[in-house]
C-alpha cells in the first residue's frame, strides 16, 4: 500500500522560510516524479513544481520559481520542499504527489494533478503578514 505523508508545515510570517517534508512507502520510491500541489481555500489546485525520478531534473511554477526548491532523497525515500521569502498568497494546504516515470515524457505533462497516481493527505502552511 502506498504512502505518502506530508510534514513541516505551519504558521510563518511573510518573508520567511518553511521546509516541507513528504516520506514516501510501499514504492520504489527512485522509480517515481514527485510532485508538489497546493490548493487555497476556494480555488482549485496548483502546480507548484516536480522533481524527476533521479533528482537530475526540477520545474517550478512561475510563481515560485526561484523562491522554493525541491530535492530529494531516493536512499530515505524523502522528497522536500525549500520555500523562501514566502508570500501570503503562499498559504495553502500543499500536498505531495507521485507518478511512476516512464522511460520518456515531455517535461510539461506533469504540471497537470491529473497525472498522478498518489497523493498524500496534505499540510497546511499559513503566511501571515
Known amino acids: 500500500q502506498v504512502q505518502l505523508v506530508e510534514s513541516g508545515g505551519g504558521l510563518v510570517q511573510a518573508g520567511g522560510s518553511l521546509r516541507l517534508y513528504c516520506a514516501a512507502s510501499?514504492?520504489?520510491?527512485?522509480?517515481?516524479?514527485m510532485g508538489w500541489f497546493r490548493q487555497a481555500p476556494g480555488k482549485e489546485r496548483e502546480f507548484v513544481g516536480y522533481?524527476?525520478?533521479?533528482?537530475?531534473?526540477?520545474y517550478y511554477a512561475y510563481s515560485v520559481k526561484d523562491r522554493f526548491t525541491i530535492s530529494r532523497d531516493n536512499a530515505k525515500n524523502m522528497v522536500s520542499l525549500q520555500m523562501n521569502s514566502l508570500l501570503l498568497e503562499d498559504t495553502a494546504a500543499y500536498y505531495c504527489?507521485?507518478?511512476?516515470?516512464?522511460?520518456?515524457?515531455?517535461?510539461?505533462?506533469?504540471?497537470?494533478?491529473?497525472?498522478?497516481?498518489?497523493w498524500g493527505q496534505g499540510t497546511q502552511v499559513t503566511v501571515s503578514s
Open positions: 504527489a507521485a507518478d511512476m516515470s516512464p522511460a520518456s515524457y515531455s517535461p510539461l505533462v506533469y504540471y497537470a494533478a491529473a497525472v498522478y497516481e498518489y
Open positions: 510501499g514504492l520504489t520510491f527512485s522509480n517515481y516524479i
Open positions: 522533481i524527476s525520478a533521479t533528482g537530475d531534473n526540477t
